[in-house]
């Protein structure tokens, strides 16, 4: 036994039962011990959810130096929302916060490659705030999507002539709808016009 063990038999009954399900009874039920033997390992069932938004967070891979700025978001990004994807049950702790406190050094890191690579200062933490949205919001959709509980139109759909061409006329996968959106958020900040990229890390 080993507090290593213990978060990832955590991350294993929220990943099958749901973030509700998890207690200590229940941890304790997955692990085969009493439940008085967890408290050598772990504070308390808050402990343990944080230390399982970090496990899942070491999940996203972090960029190396080559490319630019623009490609390094766009690769960090889509490893957040990947993490998030294979563990969607999970998604409910990111709404507290815990991503940026215990990321500190990722989001500094960040900062820097966007600043290095030409973003403006002032358009920095909010085109951050924006990516991260976007990430979250599309891995609950994605993973909604995987289960069968995305949300659809039905047949009204077909009763709004072009809502329903629209809908129609999609033809991209789930992975390629979010590129088009990061994309279209990173062009909407700083214009393909606009790019200086003055420190591409090539």
């Known amino acids: 036994m080993s507090r290593d063990k213990v978060v990832h038999a955590a991350l294993a009954v929220i990943d099958r039962e749901g ?27 808050a402990d343990i ?25 766009i690769e960090l990004t889509t490893s957040f929302r990947e993490a998030f994807v294979r563990h969607p049950n999970v998604l409910p702790l990111m709404m507290d916060g815990l991503p940026r406190r215990m990321s ?18 002032e358009l920095v933490s909010t085109m951050m705030e924006g990516l991260e949205a976007i990430a979250i919001g599309h891995a609950m959709y994605s993973s909604a999507a995987l289960r069968g ?14 809502l329903h061409d629209a809908l129609s006329a999609v033809a991209m996968t789930a992975d390629e709808r979010f590129h088009a959106c990061i994309t ?19």
């Open 104 to 121: 500190t050094r990722a989001y500094s890191r960040s900062v820097e490659v966007l600043i290095d690579g030409g973003v403006p200062r």
């Open 184 to 202: 279209a958020l990173l062009d909407g900040f700083v214009p393909p016009e606009q790019r200086s990229d003055r420190k591409d890390r090539t």
């Open 149 to 162: 509980t995305a949300p659809d139109f039905g047949e009204d759909g077909q009763n709004f002539s072009p």
């Open 19 to 45: 973030l509700g399900a998890l207690n200590m009874r229940r941890l304790a039920t997955e692990l085969d011990v009493t439940g008085g033997l967890l408290y050598h390992y772990v504070d308390n069932k």
């Open 49 to 73: 959810l944080q230390s399982v938004a970090a496990l899942v967070l070491r999940e996203v891979k972090v960029p190396d130096d080559k490319g630019s700025w623009r490609q390094w978001a």
